[in-house]
């Protein structure tokens, strides 16, 4: 009996312990995490039901925007702009993308990575070359 009872609770503190493991759960939520635009350009709004999260890195193609000077991303609303794209936070749950034209004639990938604690969520926009 007592054997069985030491059983039970490894088994139980095995099943707990690995339960905790493997990061946070989706605590942003996003509405869409990709769409396709049109060589023309586009754009997308997105919401959001959690609201603690904040834009950590975005990349087109291969190049890397991460170093956001001056915009607090934590705040509840700012605006990222670069040559061919828009990022803006309007609210705390609400995202506005834009991207101008795509002038090349290859697809165009744009990703935007999101952050809330431990938890990591992107938006991939596609668009199509022209």
């Known amino acids: ?5 030491i059983f ?4 139980f503190s095995i099943t707990l312990i690995l339960s905790s493991c493997g990061g946070w759960r989706d605590n942003i939520k996003l509405s869409t995490k990709s769409a396709e635009f049109s060589a023309n350009g586009d754009s997308i709004l997105i919401t959001t039901k959690g609201n603690s999260w904040w834009l950590t ?7 890397k925007f991460y170093n956001f000077d001056g915009i607090d991303v934590h705040a509840d609303s700012y605006v990222v702009k670069q040559d061919c794209f828009v990022f803006q ?10 991207l101008e034209p795509n002038p090349n004639n290859l697809k165009r990938t744009v990703t935007f990575e999101l952050e809330a604690g431990d938890y990591f969520d992107r938006v991939t926009i596609t668009q199509n070359p022209n």
């Not at 009996?1 to 009872?5: G, I, N, P, S, T």
């Not at 890195?57 to 190049?63: C, G, S």
């Not at 936070?89 to 834009?98: E, S, V």
């Open 1 to 5: 009996m007592k054997k069985a009872l």
């Open 8 to 11: 039970i609770l490894l088994v």
């Open 57 to 63: 890195e975005i990349t087109v193609d291969y190049n």
């Open 89 to 98: 936070r309007r609210d705390k749950n609400t995202i506005f993308i834009k």
